[in-house]
Each structure stands twice: as C-alpha cells, then as structure tokens.
C-alpha cells in the first residue's frame, strides 16, 4: 500500500501511476473493462485493489482521482491563460464608468 501511496503522489493520470508502479517492481493490470486493479508484487503474489482493506485503493476510486486531477489541470490551465484579465477587465470597467459619470456631470 505504501508503493501505491508513494505512486499517487503528484501522478496526473493512469498511464503515469502504471509506469511508477512498474519502477517499484510491480506489475498493474488496470483495464476500462476490467472490475478490479490487479497488483502483482516483485515477489510474484497478485493482489487485487478489493483485497488491500483501504476503500482509496479501488479501481472507482481510482478512476475518480485521475478524473479529478484532470478537470484541476484543465482549470488551473484556463486561470494561466487567463492571466489576470478579469481583472484588468474589472479595472478598466470601473474607470469607465468613472470617466462617464464625470462626463455626464459637466454635460448638466
């Protein structure tokens, strides 16, 4: 299970998690279709993700942890491109509306 925490961390999808599992010297048989995650232990032992008493390490959990740090990404993506123009939106609007509540002033 530490193998697996370690993995977890920082890894961004399923193809990632596979590769540092298989640099720990396990093998992971992790398919769409299957039901369950099978680890295979450098020793030789199988082990599936229902068996490892912990609900973080089924396969749906999983799943739902890859989903989540995807949509992060695709988020954190949108903000960077973004760079602060709501912002400089926001100012420039508010200056806009200054200048026209001072032109209509004089125009009275």
Known sequence: MNSI???MRGTQDKGEFIRKMNKLGYTVN??????HITYTC????KCRDN????????KEMLDYEFEFRRIE???QGRSSYDD???E????AV???DQKYANSSRTEQ
């Open 42 to 45: 450098p020793s030789g032992m």
């Open 84 to 86: 602060g123009r709501d």
């Open 30 to 35: 992790y398919q769409e279709n299957y039901k």
């Open 88 to 91: 400089k939106i926001s100012t």
């Open 5 to 7: 925490d370690s993995s």
């Open 94 to 96: 508010s200056a806009g």
């Open 51 to 58: 068996k490892l008493h912990h609900k973080k390490y089924l």
């Open 73 to 75: 990404r695709e988020e």
